[in-house]
């Protein structure tokens, strides 16, 4: 019976020592921890719960078979008006006040004998040749015309009072209020009596309300910063013009200070003037007070005489 025990005893302890022995018990012992709770839960599945349950989505009136509305619309980013194998590019930068002068003398554009600020960008392909004009962003077309200095234009609306406008185009392929996916064809670059030294060319601009902004700013940027920017800006604005109230309301009284201290000095001095005895006064001796008295005295005398 002893030599039972300890034959079993030695078995035991073999495969204790076996490599594997733990990790099959650990993996084993996880196995019926997890077949107990999911038995546990599919216990606990009451039909009655069930019909609860869906008495709340009926009362929401949810319908499975309508489209999923999206808590939030993805904000869209603003792109290049050039596709990027055109091999296009800026020739003629947006005119920044707060830039260098050399970033600010290349922004500039000859018309007349005249230098003007360019309120866009222009882009020209390298070899000279027309490309496609894509739209920057989604929205609907707003304006589409053939201006004598600018050549055909095409303007578009989008959300939060953001446009884009396009011009010295060619063969035109929108009209105005029609819906434009970004990316779609537009034009083709063309020529304008404006910009004629650029030759063929496209004229983008990017405008935030009526305020033209710099497109290569906000290039791969969303909308929303186009609204950041807006905002900085009227509160940049406001500042500027309170202040500007109120130097001026400073300014308005301070003359009406100096007038009234003005106004204020004859009071005072005529008041000396009363307080300061007179000067005639001042030089007469008592002797000359008292002659009168002699005389009418020493005729007095003469008289009784």
Same mark, same amino acid.
């Given at each position: ?90 020739? =003629? ?23 003007? &600020? !360019? ?20 929205? =609907? ?36 209020? &029609?819906?434009?996916? &970004? ?8 020529? !304008? ?6 030759? =063929? ?15 290569? !700013? ?14 900085? =800006? ?50 007469? !001796? ?17 008289? &009784?005489?």
């Amino acid at each position: 019976m002893k030599e039972k025990n300890s034959v079993s005893k030695s078995k035991w302890k073999r495969l204790f020592r076996k490599k594997w022995f733990f990790p099959a018990l650990y993996l084993g012992i996880s196995a019926l921890l997890l077949t107990a709770v999911l038995w546990y839960q599919s216990g606990t599945n009451d039909p009655e719960q069930a019909e609860d349950d869906k008495g709340i989505f009926d009362s929401l009136n949810f319908d499975g078979n309508e489209e999923a509305t999206p808590v939030a619309e993805q904000d869209e980013v603003v792109k290049a008006p050039v596709a990027e194998d055109a091999e296009a590019t800026v020739v =003629t930068k947006f005119y920044d006040h707060k830039a260098d002068s050399e970033a600010q003398e290349n922004a500039l554009v000859l018309y007349d004998n005249k230098y003007y &600020q !360019s309120t866009g960008v222009d882009y020209a392909a390298a070899d000279g040749e027309a490309f496609d004009v894509l739209a920057a962003l989604s929205g =609907t077309v707003t304006e589409v015309k053939e201006d004598a200095l600018h050549g055909n234009v095409v303007q578009i609306e989008h959300k939060n009072g953001v446009a884009t406008y396009y011009a010295s185009l060619e063969d035109v392929k929108v009209e105005a209020g &029609q819906e434009v996916k &970004q990316g779609d064809v537009l034009a083709t670059a063309g020529q !304008s009596l404006f910009a004629k030294d650029k030759a =063929t060319h496209l004229h983008f601009e990017v405008l935030n309300g009526d305020t033209p902004v710099n497109p290569e !700013s906000f290039f791969n940027q969303p909308v929303s910063k186009l609204q950041e920017a807006k905002k900085e =800006t009227e509160a940049v604005q406001e500042e500027t013009a309170d202040t500007a109230g109120q130097n001026e309301q400073t300014e308005t009284e301070a003359p009406a200070e100096e007038n009234a201290d003005a106004e204020a000095t004859p009071t005072d001095e005529s008041g000396d003037k009363e307080e300061t005895p007179d000067r005639s006064d001042e030089e007469k !001796s008592p002797e000359q007070d008292e002659q009168p008295e002699d005389e009418a005295t020493s005729s007095s005398s003469s008289a &009784q005489t």
